[in-house]
């Protein structure tokens, strides 16, 4: 069964500092990678995704994350977080050519102005 | 274009009661889904139909289950609820693997 591994659980930090945050999934077949955020009150939303190619993606607001295969991790992450990032990041993984969807358990990210 | 909708946004039942929580989608996905979130936990799978017609356990069936109505519909029921299933749902649908589009939420509270 796959599984993914959020280590961060709540992460603070000030605005214009650079963010990381940790993702590890265990399957050993294709897969579908996505992060998505929820903002206070609100749905989940999709920031970015990989399915294949370059490793490097861009989201919106400035994210990124890279795959790197050999490590099983998709890690996220942002140059300068402001105010606004304030919210919660879940990473997910697709198996490929299942539909299973499986998310981390979250990282609580909180941007002090 | 409404995207996924819940409904209701908010419920309290007392132990025992059952109820529905409705979830419809207007894009025409094949792949529906049922979550809930708890605090620490992320989202875990309940139910997911993979194409109408069709319906399998996720992660956390029990207490639970499903109706695919149509390819816009996906029900999910409390035959009795417990104050275990006090969560947030979330209801999500995809096309192929493509990316989940997850509804606003349902927030259900069981004293």
């Known amino acids: 069964a796959q599984s993914v591994s959020q280590h961060n659980h709540h992460v603070i930090l000030s605005e214009a500092a650079s963010l990381e945050l940790g993702c590890n999934y265990s399957?050993?077949?294709?897969?579908?990678l996505f992060w998505y955020v929820q903002y206070p009150g609100q749905h989940l939303q999709l920031l970015l995704k990989?399915?294949?190619?370059?490793?490097l993606v861009k989201g919106i607001k400035g994210f990124e994350a890279e795959f790197i295969k050999s490590k099983f991790s998709f890690n996220l992450r942002k140059p300068s977080v402001q105010w606004s990032d304030t919210a919660e990041y879940f990473c997910?993984?697709?198996?490929?050519?299942?539909?299973?969807?499986?998310f981390g358990t979250g990282t609580k990210l909180q941007v002090i102005p | 274009n409404a995207g996924v909708t819940q409904n209701p946004k908010f419920q309290v039942l007392k132990t025992g009661q059952s109820m529905t929580l409705q979830c419809a989608q207007d894009?025409?996905?094949?792949?529906m889904y049922w979550y809930r979130q708890d605090p620490g936990m992320g989202l875990r799978l309940i139910y997911y139909?993979?194409?109408?017609?069709?319906?399998d356990k996720g992660e956390v069936p029990n207490g639970y289950n499903v109706s695919r109505l149509n390819k816009r519909e996906f029900s999910l029921r409390l035959e009795s609820a417990a104050p275990s299933q006090t969560s947030v749902y979330f209801c999500?649908?995809?096309?192929?693997?493509?990316?989940?589009?997850f509804g606003p939420g349902t927030r259900l509270l069981v004293l």
């Open positions: 999500a649908s995809t096309q192929g693997e493509e990316t989940q589009y």
């Open positions: 399957y050993g077949g294709t897969v579908n």
């Open positions: 990989y399915f294949s190619g370059d490793p």
């Open positions: 997910a993984v697709m198996s490929g050519g299942y539909q299973k969807v499986t």
């Open positions: 894009m025409n996905h094949n792949s």
């Open positions: 139909s993979a194409s109408e017609g069709t319906t």
